[in-house]
């Protein structure tokens, strides 16, 4: 029996000889429709490839996938853009996958990158991820991964991060350099690094200026606009002196500024408010949210660069995982200075 | 010449025959690393294979690609947790695409969708889409496309838009009926459907109370803050007679709200803002901004569901294109409601 050959698949669909070779290499510009008829006609003739298909070389993709929480805060969508940015100059296409802090989804997303058959993977973990299995697995097959913002340290995986304890430190040094004295501290309840190293952050402030650092007037939770206004209610109805809010995060802080305004309290006059991860609308309200900015499309870029400088050299893994830490900006607004 | 097989692969290598096998099948359990030393071995042994890969095969990735053009605004990101909601429900995993608005990264975009193997595409239009061929061919080439939002009317594809001329209608009718006359418009300067529906509510609703369209109220530019601030600069400067600005996006909106305020202007007690897409921060501002709610995670939902319905049909042109157009909510806030 002769042996089938393309143009023999392409004489019985009546297309080219070049649609059919494209289409047995999984060429991106024929459609999955025409792939399918190739394929089923291919197989119907018993047609045998001489070399392996393409799509299973190790060749580069050029196609990056990126893990994130979400990209409804500034803070991931401006990091992304800095990833992107240096990522498109340098030739390589980014895909987001958005985990919403869940583990389930997370793993789902690893896994649609390695079928997408991306180059590497840069992530900023989820709140729920514990185990840290996953990534381990990745690490072990040697797939190119990069942390961001949110690293496993235990892992031996290159990363770029804030410094969160200076964060925290400053925020609360800087409320104690307004003449608050009796400083709240509004965090997530999560076991996320960067929010144990912002208490650690105002614990330190605090201890540095000769203040206690008291367990009640820590208040932790999901961050969001919600926690930030039952935390104050909390304070008020507990009857706790407090004369400064620092929320880990902005929407939790603006929360914090809503629920004070509620129940007449003039901020920054009475009690003064900082947030952290300069988010648009701080900008914008009444009194304006002092912050701390983390440099977000800095990250991106650092990330990026960070990414293909270890995937131009021979071996990602092959030396001491690199850790680049960049330094959080104050943003004193309104909220914070009742004399400015 | 005894024939190479899948054991001879893995003998060589040290590694298990199913390693070799999933390898070959382009596995995503397997990593890049050990695909590219089977492929090497598989290659320099002279293997062949019986069957196509697998990844040749027309089989379903259960992947989503969506195209938008930037998750900063609360208005895409909203609408992609919608679609994400409804895909991961169906079993499916989604990724995302920025483009920025620009044509060529919308291009590399969709090819690297159809390199990653999606089994669909959900789009957006960058206003800088002008041709459509690309959008053309993918329809041709029978690859699943929707468009949500941002559409090319002229082409025969499904699509979950809003009625973005009752939007302007409506916006503009509010102005109206809390006595405001002389309204001026900021919109966009780009060619997008979504802009030049608003405007035409904003015209037909005047017309409608008797009031002038007047060409000298209406700002063109790229929809942004600062695009808000300028076009309230040049009304002033040009000593235009106005005590209303219905802006064609929010962030736009804001950024009038804020020079009219610092040009001492009341608001709303001498002048009135609305804006469109009811971003996060319209709710914290003051006076806090009235907008148009699009209903982002219902338009989302929609988008998944006509998607998932099609793509369960047998073919997914197969009748004329289904087209869902969700109808906007007027959210009336402090900006626009002199006595309330």
């Known amino acids: 029996m002769k042996k089938t050959t393309i143009h023999d698949i392409a004489r019985e669909l009546n297309v080219t000889f070049s649609t059919v070779a494209r289409a047995l290499n999984d060429h991106p510009a024929i459609s999955v429709a025409t792939k399918a008829a190739v394929l089923e006609t291919a197989k119907r003739l018993n047609y045998q490839q001489n070399k392996l298909a393409s799509s299973l070389r190790s060749g580069r993709t050029n196609v990056i996938g990126i893990i994130v929480p979400s990209l409804d805060t500034s803070f991931f969508s401006s990091v992304v ?7 498109n100059e340098n030739g390589y296409s980014v895909l987001l996958y958005q985990t919403g802090e869940s583990l389930t989804r997370e793993q ?45 340290q235990e892992l031996p ?13 400053s925020a609360t040094e800087h409320l104690i350099g307004q ?3 009796r400083i709240a501290h ?3 309840d999560q076991n996320l690094t960067i929010f144990n190293e912002r208490l650690r952050g105002y614990r330190e402030a605090l201890l540095k200026h000769g203040l206690p650092f008291q367990e009640d007037l820590v208040f932790r939770g999901r961050v969001s606009l919600e926690l930030g206004k039952t935390s104050v209610q909390q304070l008020l109805a507990q009857g706790h002196s407090f004369d400064a809010v620092f929320a880990a995060e902005d929407y939790t802080a603006m929360g914090a500024l809503q629920q004070l ?5 003039r901020v920054p006059k009475e009690v003064g408010v900082v947030g952290f991860a300069n988010e648009a609308f701080g900008a914008f309200v009444t009194p304006s949210l002092s ?37 959080p900006i104050l943003i004193p607004r309104n909220s914070s200075q009742p004399v400015s």
Do not use: W
């Open 261 to 265: 305004l509620e129940n007449g309290i």
């Open 81 to 87: 853009h800095g990833i992107e940015k240096v990522m």
């Open 186 to 188: 509004i965090t997530s």
């Open 108 to 152: 789902k997303g690893i896994e649609t990158f390695l079928q997408s058959r991306v180059d590497g993977v840069l992530s900023s973990v989820s709140s729920e991820t514990d185990g840290h299995e996953m990534y381990a697995q990745l690490r072990k097959r040697q797939v190119p991964l990069l942390f961001f913002d949110r690293a496993i």
């Open 179 to 181: 003449g608050f004295r």
């Open 157 to 169: 995986v290159p990363s770029v991060t804030i410094n969160d304890y200076q964060g925290g430190f």
């Open 291 to 327: 912050t701390v900015d983390q440099q977000t499309v800095k990250m991106g870029e650092e990330t990026a660069r960070l990414f293909l400088k270890l995937f131009g050299s021979k071996d990602y893994y092959g030396t001491n995982p690199e850790h680049i830490v960049l330094d």
